[in-house]
């Protein structure tokens, strides 16, 4: 039972950081820029496409990583220029029909560029295997480098938001974004920025998550509903909230769906706890979401709006 806790322990701070880094943009696009782009998730297919792509043609996971960077920082700011800003100025309602076209758009783009059928990127051999972690127990390395470099990039930008101006812009624009504009701040370069970054964001989890699993058009809807929970949880606009709730949410679900039907079974036969667990693990981040918010209704570190 240690063993096993200890494996979905790992897995549940895997998937956590994965949501960070998808969650980590979606953040600042709501929170600065005030736009709800439910074609997030699409940005994390995009990353994961685009390194399928490139390592395919350079025969290197690394060079594909490489290149698909600058990928991303250009799709990010496309997709900035051409559908998200001429939607500023209008509702939320417009923004989400919006984003929603461009859900579809993008999918059915990536079905005729692609075609229908999943892709697979090779591992890179460096990080292929297992290593032991306790007693019998091994954990693959891939999935270990996933959560370093996760790490790596939430303390990178930790040191942007706090310790640079472009941090300190970000942050003042989510806080009171009129201000900074009216303090002679470059507003569309700054929203330009931020959606670059949360696009690179996105597409580097859609890229290095792609060696463990299937590359195919539905990857990004599957993330995105988890990816706004989080966001909610952590409080709008906050990277601090994004990593917190992005590692709760993930290890409540992990952890939910493979010991909530052991724990039944102390009270229930076998058959049942199985199908009750199956059917409330689903449910444990949103009853999660909904103790966070009765507690505190601007998320973990969300300010409130008067």
């Known amino acids: 039972m240690t063993n096993l806790f200890i494996l979905q322990l790992l897995n549940g701070v895997q998937l956590g950081i994965l949501l960070f880094l998808i969650a980590a943009g979606l953040t600042l696009v709501f929170g600065i820029m005030d736009v709800i782009n439910l ?75 692609w075609g229908t059928s999943p892709l697979s990127v090779p591992m890179p051999d460096i990080l292929s295997g297992s290593i032991p972690l306790i007693g019998p127990l091994q954990y693959p390395v891939y999935r270990l480098a996933i959560i370093a470099s996760g790490l790596a990039v939430a303390a990178g930008l930790y040191v942007v938001v706090n310790h640079t101006r472009v941090g ?4 003042a624009g989510a806080t009171n974004r009129e201000m900074v504009s009216a303090l002679g701040v470059d507003i569309g370069k700054l929203f330009s920025t931020v959606f670059a970054l949360g ?18 058009t539905g990857m990004g809807e599957s993330v995105l509903i988890l990816t706004f929970v989080v966001v909610v949880i952590g409080g709008i606009g906050s990277i601090r909230g994004a990593f917190l709730g992005a590692i709760l949410v993930a290890l409540v679900d992990t952890l939910g769906r493979t010991f909530g039907p052991i724990l039944l079974r102390a009270v229930m036969d076998p058959a ?17 979401m909904a103790a966070i918010l009765f507690a505190r209704p601007a998320g973990l570190f969300g300010r409130r709006t008067t």
């Not at 696009?199 to 195919?216: E, H, K, Q, R, T």
């Open 272 to 288: 049942a706890a199985g199908q009750t667990g199956r059917t409330l693990a689903p449910m444990l981040v949103y009853i999660l």
């Open 199 to 216: 696009a690179v964001l996105a597409c580097f989890a859609g890229a290095i998550v792609a060696p463990i699993l299937s590359v195919d």
């Open 39 to 113: 074609a997030h998730g699409v940005l994390y297919m995009i990353g994961a496409y685009l390194i399928a792509t490139f390592a395919a043609l350079t025969g290197s996971f690394w060079l594909g990583l490489l290149l698909m960077l600058p990928a991303a920082v250009a799709v990010g700011y496309v997709v900035e220029r051409v559908v998200i800003r001429p939607l500023y100025s209008r509702s939320h309602l417009d923004q989400v029909l919006a984003t929603f076209g461009l859900v579809m758009i993008v999918n059915e783009g990536v079905k005729i560029l």
């Open 168 to 171: 300190m812009l970000l942050r």
